[in-house]
């Protein structure tokens, strides 16, 4: 099936165009990109239509036939009639470094935000935070939101060595310790499928209610493994620890290019002395680095300088902070993304927008 996407006149540079690209062609260039992500491939949009978003996808080539960026924009109507908000998650993917070519996807952006009568688009550049490229955006005509949606800071684990030891080697020694005792008593990692999508399920209502965070639905989930998980060369995998036959946590994991994410754990409230999650943690590595993955983002950590976190991470529990202390373990490096950034088609709409997260405390926009 193919998608076609049509821009207003004007919008769009010279010697430039539209393509209309089929779904596996756009998850292909993604993945060849440097700034590819998860969250800008086809799949994802599509996971995101089944669950309440409307997703648009826009891929502009030069008349030579080089592509120049992509953007996969959601789109979600806001209740009490605050019209209806864009989002680009981790995208558009562009070569950031050429301000030309930036520009160009920044006005697909526009064109779609225009054609789906958004009254802003919330954009989250694959971008770290610096100096420069907060004032690349600026220039673009972006301005800095109040929040973001997906995780500020996060760890990368480099996978790029010579052997799986060397990844051992970077880790903490309790960390060690613990994917070795997993091991030693008899704690196996399988490969599940769709159909265990229920046993995730339950693992991960037991995460939420011990760690208190929301989730999406069952429905969600399976349908996510349905889209990525199906096959032996599927885009992402879920992990399951068992010990004698019984679950005791999982993961699912995706990799896009050389990147691979840490996007769901879960984890039962029996046997934890058995460090389960730890071993899980060691095979999706393995698995990406099989792939050809260069990077392992642990996808989330509290937003502090790595001094704050270092200096509270044993006496602090509350938000992330639990998660760091063990992803922390892990090695690697904290990065952080440079947020959420604006687009504002209509002033009055996004301030009321703004006061409506604030009275909430959420976005709405978590994808």
């Known amino acids: 099936m193919f998608y076609r996407v049509s821009m207003r006149s004007g919008y769009l540079p010279p010697h430039t165009r539209l393509r209309e690209l089929s779904a596996t062609e756009w998850d292909a260039l993604v993945a060849r990109h440097p700034h590819g992500h998860l ?3 086809h799949a994802w949009g599509r996971l995101k239509a089944a669950h309440g978003w409307h997703a648009n996808w826009s891929a502009i080539f030069t008349n030579r036939e080089q592509p120049i960026g992509m953007v996969m924009m959601l789109v979600r109507a806001l209740p009490y009639g605050l019209g209806r ?7 558009p993917v562009v070569d950031w470094d050429d301000e030309a070519s930036a520009a160009a996807a920044l006005h697909a952006v526009r064109s779609l935000g225009c054609r789906q009568r958004v009254f802003a688009t919330v954009v989250e550049p694959d971008l770290l935070d610096t100096p420069s490229d907060r004032r690349l955006l600026t220039r673009l005509g972006l301005k800095p939101a ?12 480099n996978l790029d060595v010579d052997e799986d030891v060397d990844m051992l080697a970077a880790m903490k020694p309790k960390t060690r310790y613990n994917i070795g005792l997993a ?14 999508a229920p046993l995730f399920y339950r693992l991960l209502r037991t995460t939420a209610e011990r760690d208190q965070f929301s989730i999406h639905t069952l429905d969600y989930y399976r349908d996510f493994l349905c889209l990525f998980a199906q096959g032996e060369d599927a885009p992402a995998r879920l992990l399951i620890a068992e010990y004698q036959q019984q679950p005791l946590a999982a993961l699912v994991v995706a990799a896009v290019g050389e990147r691979a994410i840490y996007l769901y754990g879960a984890s039962s409230d029996q046997q934890r002395e058995l460090m389960p999650t730890y071993l899980l943690q060691w095979e999706a590595m393995l698995w990406a680095r099989r792939r050809g993955c260069k990077t392992y983002d642990l996808w989330g950590i509290p937003d502090e300088d790595e001094a704050t976190l270092e200096a509270n991470f044993e006496r602090r529990s ?9 992803k922390r373990g892990f090695g690697g ?3 952080r993304y440079i947020g959420a950034w604006v687009d504002v088609r209509s002033p009055l ?11 909430r405390k959420t976005t709405g926009l978590a994808a």
Request: hydrophobic share 40%; glycine share 10%.
């Open 183 to 196: 091991r030693r008593r008899g704690v196996t990692v399988r490969a599940g499928s769709v159909e265990d």
């Open 85 to 91: 908000i864009g989002y680009v998650p981790h995208g």
């Open 39 to 41: 969250l800008q491939t």
């Open 333 to 335: 490096q904290v990065v």
């Open 318 to 326: 509350d938000g992330l902070w639990g998660v760091y202390r063990f």
């Open 349 to 359: 709409r996004w301030w009321l927008f703004q006061q409506a997260c604030r009275w």
């Open 146 to 157: 109040h929040f973001s949606v997906q995780p500020r800071r996060t760890i990368w684990v």
